[in-house]
């Protein structure tokens, strides 16, 4: 598995329960000891979503406007 994935969106999830994907994202990187670090570009409603995925694996999250 890989040490560091980066995710980078310029909106918002196009999925119905991103709760769901936040949990399955943190329990893959978790058992495979990988960081997620996230990008959000532009758009500050993906923010929260991509933040959740970074901080929950000790990655790093950032927005660019």
Not at 23 to 39: N, S
């Amino acid at each position: 598995a890989p040490d560091v994935v980066y995710f980078m969106t310029d909106g918002s999830p196009q999925v119905k329960n991103e709760k769901s994907v936040v949990r399955k994202v943190l329990r893959w990187a978790k058992k495979h000891g990988t960081k997620v670090y996230t990008i959000a570009l532009r758009d500050p409603q993906s923010g929260k979503f991509m933040k959740e995925m970074a901080d929950g694996t000790d990655g790093g999250f950032k927005l660019v406007k």
